[in-house]
Structures are given as structure tokens and as C-alpha cells.
């Protein structure tokens, strides 16, 4: 990276790959969108503490997706497992009971499927691509 703050181009190191490119910038940007959404949940009286330390975490993932490093594959992995998980958890009695107790009609069968199946494959997808791309990621921090 050059002396001048304005060079940025040693901050982003991108695959030459593209499928890799297009889900480092994907996963990248669901990291700072969620980020924002954390940020909401500040701003309605959440936690700071927990909620500012998420947030720092999902942008510092967000920037080491972006220089190709390990450890951000590695998170962004489990990140991604951690939402299909959820995504299976929501075909249980009990996140149905949770509508019935606040006198809410719980979510359609189809709709749960349909859902899950939209938010899924593309998680996956993304899973699959980092583990056959490993090896272009760097093991250096940042």
C-alpha cells in the first residue's frame, strides 16, 4: 500500500476467481447489513455492550472477508451454519407456541419451507465455495 491515504488498493485483495469474488462480496456485505440491523437494535434500547461488540465484529469480518484472510473464512463458516440451524429451528412446536401465546397466527408450512429454502441454498453455496477456495485465503490477520 502506497504513503497516500486515498490509495485504498491495498486494503481489498480479491480472488481471480470469480465465483470466490462474488461470495467474498456477497458475504461481505451481509456482514455490514447486519451490522446495521445490530445497530438498530442499539439505537431501540438493546445492550450496548453485547450489541457494540457485535457490531465491531461483523465489520472487522466484513474487512478480513474483503483481504481474503483464514480467519474470516473460518467465522463467516459458522456464521453461515449458525443461520441454517436457526432456519431448521423454526420447523418446531415451539416456534409455532410462541405465536399462539401472543394470539398470532404462526407462519404457513409453505412459507416456512419456502423460506428456509431461499435463505439456505445460498448459504450453502457460499459454505461449499469457501471450502474449495481455502486455500486462496491468507493466514495472515490482516
Avoid at 71 to 88: G, Q
Avoid at 108 to 130: Q, R
Wanted: charged share 10%; glycine share 6%.
Amino acid at each position: 500500500m502506497s504513503g497516500d491515504p486515498k490509495d485504498w488498493s491495498g486494503m481489498i485483495v480479491l480472488s481471480t476467481n470469480t465465483m470466490l469474488r462474488w461470495t467474498v462480496l456477497l458475504s461481505s456485505a451481509a456482514s455490514v447489513a447486519l451490522a446495521a440491523a445490530l445497530i438498530q437494535w442499539l439505537a431501540g434500547g438493546g445492550s450496548m455492550l453485547v450489541l457494540g461488540i457485535l457490531i465491531v465484529v461483523c465489520l472487522i469480518n466484513a474487512l478480513g472477508l474483503l483481504r481474503l484472510t483464514a480467519w474470516a473464512r473460518v467465522s463467516t463458516t459458522v456464521v453461515l451454519w449458525l443461520v441454517i440451524i436457526s432456519l431448521l429451528g423454526r420447523f418446531t412446536p415451539m416456534y409455532s407456541a410462541q405465536y399462539v401465546d401472543h394470539g398470532q397466527v404462526p407462519p404457513s408450512l409453505p412459507y416456512l419451507i419456502l423460506s428456509t429454502v431461499v435463505i439456505a441454498i445460498p448459504c450453502l453455496a457460499a459454505i461449499v465455495i469457501f471450502r474449495k477456495h481455502r486455500e486462496q485465503f491468507r493466514r495472515a490477520w490482516f
